[in-house]
């Protein structure tokens, strides 16, 4: 293992990141703040003094004075004022959005980007590295550390008014330890524990699927749903799943690896060693096998005149079926069925009432919306079928909006 490279950020939005295990005076007076700010942040309208107090519980004069010193430390701003019907109008308050930022990271097979992230989950800064390869291996790791780095300085923002940074990596996880057990695995600690030795700031690592479908539950169409499936379909493929409100992390965070379901006819082999795996079949990689296999039988497609087979990509593949080529819509729509089949089987067993189908794949949704409804309907029960409705994720970047959310979330932000 490298020595310890640690930047010292010298962290001070103390608000936030002090420990008030103790019980005294002061810190009594921060945890209030901390509720008056948190309120702030998570309500969809600004609020005035005495809304304030009333919702955290606080007399008006203990309370304004809480409130004059977080104006005064410039953590919450006034926003105007309330319209009313007669007298004095009311100040309304807001936190300021560019009090404090949080860091997303997702890591993915081939592909790593960054953003930053204010109080209003504005992206403030974002880096995508296309070229960028995960590979299991010390010299990746303080690549990313490194582009971390980076994405700080170009960003200008002073360093002690990050938060922390919310990570998504593809493969299984562990996000209560914070262990990536398929990549990053030969440290001696955690995931967690190498990037706190290299930077101040609170870090929390995820599965990049769990991600998108904290994603969905905070800003997308899981919002204000109880029961839902939100499909992380590119490459590869997991699934979050989200009940009750929450999403299921499982024993050791390893929920939704849907993709190693055996629901498959192939007898490809898996990544993961096994046969007849779902991830054979569906998803990128498979789209991707398909295609070469079938050109290799002499079938056709107008990808090939540009770009050699072993260069056709499965976006290249999704972006050519949306443009009209037979072959691609042919094994477009076919993953589409194999996959609607799968769910149908997950409906029985959880009965969510959407299914959110995000990642690489949305680039076809037009073809794929049919034939998984078809492949749906051969497996699922008439009942919670009907009650479930089948759509695509509209957030933009969902996976780095959540990997963002991840350290305002940890905090009672959103």
Do not use: W
């Amino acid at each position: 293992m490298p020595t310890s490279n640690k930047i010292n950020y010298n962290l001070t939005v103390d608000l936030f990141s002090r420990n008030i295990d103790d019980i005294n005076n002061l810190n009594r007076q921060l945890a209030q703040k901390r509720k008056i700010v948190a309120l702030l942040n998570r309500s969809e309208k600004e609020l005035t003094i005495p809304g304030i107090c009333k919702k955290v519980k606080l007399s008006v004069p203990t309370g304004t004075k809480l409130i004059n010193e977080l104006i005064s430390d410039k953590i919450i701003i006034d926003s105007g004022k309330k319209e009313t019907d007669n007298g004095r109008r009311p100040v309304l308050y807001k936190v300021d959005p560019e009090y404090a930022y949080s860091i997303g990271l997702v890591i993915q097979l081939k592909g790593i980007s960054i953003s930053i992230f204010n109080m209003e989950m504005n992206e403030v800064y974002s880096n995508l590295d296309e070229n960028f390869v995960l590979e299991n291996s010390i010299a990746c790791l303080e690549n990313v550390v490194d582009i971390i780095r980076q994405a700080v300085d170009n960003s200008q923002i002073e360093p002690k008014r990050i938060l922390g940074m919310g990570i998504g990596i593809t493969g299984r996880v562990n996000a209560r330890t914070g262990y990536s057990y398929n990549y990053f695995n030969f440290l001696d600690g955690s995931l967690v524990d190498f990037f706190s030795d290299k930077f101040d700031f609170p870090v929390y690592v995820d599965n990049d699927t769990h991600v998108l479908g904290l994603a969905e539950q905070y800003f997308g169409k899981a919002r204000n749903i109880q029961n839902a499936f939100v499909l992380n379909l590119s490459r590869g493929m997991g699934l979050a799943i989200i009940s009750n409100g929450e999403i299921i992390g499982g024993e050791q965070g390893f929920a939704g690896e849907f993709g190693h379901i055996q629901l498959g006819d192939s007898n490809r082999l898996c990544l993961c060693g096994k046969r007849g795996c779902l991830g054979t079949e569906v998803g990128g990689h498979a789209l991707e096998q398909n295609f070469q296999e079938h050109i290799e039988q002499g079938e056709t497609s107008l990808l090939t005149t540009n770009k050699n087979l072993s260069e056709i990509k499965y976006q290249d593949i999704l972006k050519a079926a949306s443009e009209g080529d037979a072959l691609s819509i042919s094994l477009t729509h076919n993953i589409g069925f194999k996959l609607g089949k799968a769910l149908g089987n997950m409906i029985n067993l959880l009965n969510p009432g959407i299914i959110i189908i995000g990642g690489g794949f949305t680039l076809a949704r037009d073809i794929l919306t049919d034939s998984v409804k078809s492949g749906m309907t051969h497996t699922a029960l008439s009942l919670p079928l009907r009650n479930c409705e089948l759509m695509f994720s509209s957030t933009e970047d969902a996976t780095i909006k959540g990997a963002g959310a991840i350290v305002f979330n940890q905090l009672q932000l959103l």
